[in-house]
């Protein structure tokens, strides 16, 4: 009994410490990039044949997506993806998991400070379980920026807009965390101003190159998808072509490089997964406004709206790739940032606890097992379920969170009158 007080107190000096963090930190990516290089599967295609593709092209053809040819990214994410061809083709892998490490060590600079350092050890927590995926694709570019971003919105709202605009002409979700931060801060319209005022600079620039209507490409390049296997909604349908139903099965669209499914339906719903999104989004924002009126705190309001943002992207989505899921770690980087030392510090513990179970279904699914899934081995088909399932649960919890802040302000403030 003796030494429970001061392993306890060992413990928690470690859980603080910013040198052990930063060690968890190097171990962490260590780690996945190892993973990258050495692991099973082909988690890195896209970096080592596709990305390399396109700057290659760029670089000995002069033609450079979203400029000259239609694209299905928002015109900076080109420019990650040269900065690691700076080395050559033949490094380009390591340049860009050592690009990704740079930016990953820049959001966590931000987190590790005393007051944010548990929020940083859930984020790598995160990183390690989600597996590979966190590194090698463009969307690890967003996560870093979004990271940054938001833990800036309140202190510092010009500079969280620039950053945050930045990482939505980089891919298109972070989008929603402006959104987020437009509904409940003060200092809306200075992240409003700062971001217009950085996509403008990008817009008229891509023009002067030559982009076109090219530059906004990325969105009509989405529309004729169809349904991703992974996505939520494409869950009906994989348990229907185990099942032996006439017409259903998986295909790979060597157009877009990707499996989607086919059978029955699919194309109707293929075709009203956008319009139904766009609704969702729509609703959790008018219960983010609908909270700030009943004078809930911001700080309580921002970090579940954003997250209830960012899950319905991914909950909603006829695309599931693995990397989505990668967004999540942003508002909930966010949540227990903000709640660490108040009174509501256990509030983003559900959430937290619940986007790990995520991550780790995730990289399970892919990239190792990923050829059992596409040949809709049963146990796959039921860790996709489950996986599928927790993103409502997820988004349940956001949602159920700013209906309580409403009720909750409401019954303060008829206590008081």
């Known amino acids: 009994m003796t030494d429970a007080a001061p392993r306890t107190v060992v413990g928690a000096g470690i859980v603080h410490s910013t040198v052990a963090a930063w060690a968890g930190f190097v171990l962490v990516h260590a780690w996945l990039v190892g993973l990258c290089l050495y692991g099973p599967g082909s988690g890195m295609n896209d970096v080592s044949i596709v990305y390399r593709q396109w700057t290659e092209q760029a670089v000995n053809a002069g033609i450079v997506v979203g400029i000259d040819v239609a694209w299905v990214y928002p015109i900076l994410a080109i420019v990650p993806m040269v900065i690691a061809a700076l080395l050559g083709p033949a490094n380009y892998v390591v340049a860009w998991l050592g690009l990704v490490t740079v930016l990953n060590a820049g959001a966590f600079a931000f ?14 927590a995160f990183l390690l379980l989600l597996g590979p995926i ?6 690890a570019v967003t996560v870093s920026l979004g990271i940054i971003g938001v833990l800036l919105l309140a202190t510092r709202p010009r500079v969280a807009g620039i950053v945050l605009a930045v990482a939505t002409w980089v891919k298109v979700w972070p989008a929603v965390l402006i959104a987020a931060g437009l509904v409940t801060l003060r200092g809306r319209w200075r992240i409003l101003f700062s971001g217009a005022l950085v996509s403008g600079a990008i817009v008229t620039v891509a023009l002067l190159l030559g982009s076109g209507a090219r530059l906004f490409s990325f969105i009509t390049e989405q529309t004729g998808r169809g349904l991703q296997i992974e996505a939520p909604v494409t869950t009906f349908w994989m348990w229907a072509a185990f099942a032996g139903q006439p017409g259903a099965a998986v295909y790979f669209d060597s157009q877009i490089i990707t499996y989607q499914m086919k059978g029955a339906g699919v194309d109707v719903a293929a075709s009203l997964m956008t319009p ?6 729509a609703v959790v924002v008018l219960l983010g406004v609908r909270a700030m009126r009943a004078r809930a ?8 709206l954003s997250l209830a ?10 695309v599931g ?4 899921i990668g967004w999540i770690a942003v508002p ?21 606890i619940l986007a790990l179970a995520i991550g780790v279904l995730t990289q399970l699914l892919y990239p190792y097992l990923y050829d059992y899934l ?7 088909l039921v860790a996709l379920s489950l996986r599928n399932l927790l993103e409502f649960v997820l988004l349940g919890w956001a949602i159920r969170s700013l209906v309580m802040a409403t009720r909750f302000r409401r019954r303060v403030s008829l206590s008081r009158s």
């Open 111 to 124: 987190l590790a400070k005393r007051n944010r350092i548990p929020a940083a050890w859930w984020w790598l």
């Open 134 to 139: 966190t590194l090698a694709r463009i969307d």
């Open 276 to 281: 139904l999104l766009v609704v969702v989004v």
């Open 297 to 304: 705190p911001a700080a309580e309001v921002l970090p579940s």
């Open 309 to 318: 943002l960012v899950v319905a992207l991914i909950a909603f989505n006829k």
């Open 321 to 324: 790739s693995p990397q989505f």
């Open 332 to 352: 909930i980087v966010l949540g227990l940032a903000t709640s660490l030392g108040s009174p509501d510090a256990a509030a983003f513990r559900t959430p937290a």
């Open 374 to 380: 596409v040949m809709l081995h049963p146990a796959m």
